[in-house]
T-cell receptor, first 111, second 114 residues
Framework: EDQVTQSPEALRLQEGESSSLNCSYT??????LFWYRQDPGKGPEFLFT???AGEEKEKERLKATLTKKESFLHITAPKPEDSATYLC????????????FGKGTKLTVNP | DAGVIQSPRHEVTEMGQEVTLRCKPI?????LFWYRQTMMRGLELLIY????????DSGMPEDRFSAKMPNASFSTLKIQPSEPRDSAVYFC????????????FGPGTRLTVL
């Protein structure tokens, strides 16, 4: 069974204090790994898709990386507006479009 | 372009009542997904459709849940009869199959069953 574990469950940072969120996964052949951001009371908002080990993608202060067992979301010099829950999901090879999500990391950035 | 549209945004009902949640996917998207989010279990896929055909309904918790997609621009998720444990946020998402498969989520329906 495909599984995604995210850590830590919650993270508090000071503005400007860089850190990383972890997403460990087990999947029967990875088709893609997805990162989403979710603000309170809203639906998840797509950030990145990674397809193969060694791949990296960046967007503003966020950079996502992928290995064969885990993905990291690096946040450089975060701002209060980066506060949100970050969700990781995997999609397996084989034709199914199903995403299996982790429970997320709730990030709070204090000014 | 308009994103995924869901209605209602909030629903409060009593145990035993029928609940119908509605979703309009992004125009041109041919896959539609229904998810449920709770604190305990996180975000879980209930069912998804491709070209209006149900493909995987293995996440539907029991026979009280049913979903339909009568055309490319509309889908419903029905719970009958509803129970307090069905209280959750229900999300609809859509994607254009074959184009990175990125799923775009709607704002969700917060369901409370008393």
């Amino acid at each position: 069974e495909d599984q995604v574990t995210q850590s830590p469950e919650a993270l508090r940072l000071q503005e400007g204090e860089s850190s990383s969120l972890n997403c460990s996964y087990t999947v029967s052949g990875l088709r893609g790994l997805f990162w989403y951001r979710q603000d309170p009371g809203k639906g998840p908002e797509f950030l990145f898709t990674l397809y193969s080990a060694g791949e990296e993608k960046e967007k503003e202060r966020l950079k996502a990386t992928l290995t064969k067992k885990e993905s990291f979301l690096h946040i450089t010099a975060p701002k209060p507006e980066d506060s949100a829950t970050y969700l990781c999901a995997v999609q397996a090879r084989g034709g199914s479009e199903k995403l299996v999500f982790g429970k997320g990391t709730k990030l709070t950035v204090n000014p | 372009d308009a994103g995924v549209i869901q209605s209602p945004r909030h629903e409060v009902t009593e145990m035993g009542q029928e609940v119908t949640l509605r979703c309009k996917p992004i125009s041109g998207h041919n896959s539609l997904f229904w998810y449920r989010q709770t604190m305990m279990r996180g975000l879980e896929l209930l069912i998804y459709f491709n070209n209006n055909v149900p493909i995987d309904d293995s996440g539907m918790p029991e026979d009280r849940f049913s979903a339909k997609m009568p055309n490319a621009s509309f889908s419903t998720l029905k719970i009958q009869p509803s129970e307090p444990r069905d209280s959750a946020v229900y999300f609809c998402a859509s994607s254009r199959f074959g184009n990175t498969d990125t799923q775009y989520f709607g704002p969700g329906t917060r369901l409370t069953v008393l």
